[in-house]
Each structure stands twice: as structure tokens, then as C-alpha cells.
């Protein structure tokens, strides 16, 4: 696993348990690396309240190696939700408002193949797909 991926967790506030288990890294990594960038350790209590709704998504999502953003808790078929003030949101919706500053239309999805990706350069809205395919014909639907 990078260092690069760690330290984005590290920065966006995670804890040191919660980046071993989602990153499957050693304790021993994770300290290191944060000593090295002298971010203070982790304080207990709830980091997430009083955040708006785009820092909850920046914290939850994990980098890849290859560019994407993973939805920790993505599963096949099913939304990728942030629950934030006792509401449910769409994560893919969240990501599109990030990029293109402004509501989607319609159902958005992944539009880069990866499934559980919610990069908000990779998130396409109903418009956005319709707009390719009368471009690029029925490959781009």
C-alpha cells in the first residue's frame, strides 16, 4: 500500500485503527508515517460532528492506487449512502455536486467502470449520458 493513501487518510482525520483496517496496513506503518508528517495523534470523541456533508464524504472515501475513490461501504446493487444528520445522501450524488457544481439530473452513477467508485471526475449524471451518446452513438449509452 502507498504511503500516499495513508497520508490522505491521515490528513482527512482518521483514526490509526480505522486506516489499518481499511487500508489492511500495520499499526507500526501508520505511526511512522504519522510522526514523519507531525500530525498529533487521534483525540478521542466524535471528529464528525459539526462537519459539513462534503468533509463527511472526503473522510469516508479511500484512494487507490489508480486514481479512483472507493465507497468503503459499497456493495453490489446497492446505493453508496452517507448517512449525515440522521439523513441518508448519495454518495454518487454528493461527488457530482463536487465536480460540477450543480444538481444532476436523473440517476447518477459510475461512469469509469470501477465498481464503488465515487471520484467526482468519474461520476455521471442521466444528462451528461444522454449528451455522449447522441455524440458518440449507442457505444456511449
Known sequence: MSTRAITELLRAGHTDRGIERQLNVSKRQVRKLRSELGIPPHRP???????????????????TDDGHLLWPFYKPGRACLLKHRDHNHSAHKIAF????????VGITRTGCGQP???????????AMRDRYAAI??????
Open 45 to 63: 470523541g466524535n471528529p464528525l460532528r459539526g462537519q459539513t456533508l462534503e468533509d463527511a464524504f472526503w473522510r469516508r472515501v479511500v484512494p
Open 116 to 126: 464503488g467508485c465515487v471520484h467526482p471526475q468519474h461520476v455521471d449524471d442521466q
Open 136 to 141: 458518440f452513438g449507442e457505444v456511449a449509452a
Open 97 to 104: 455536486r463536487l465536480a460540477h457544481h450543480r444538481e444532476p
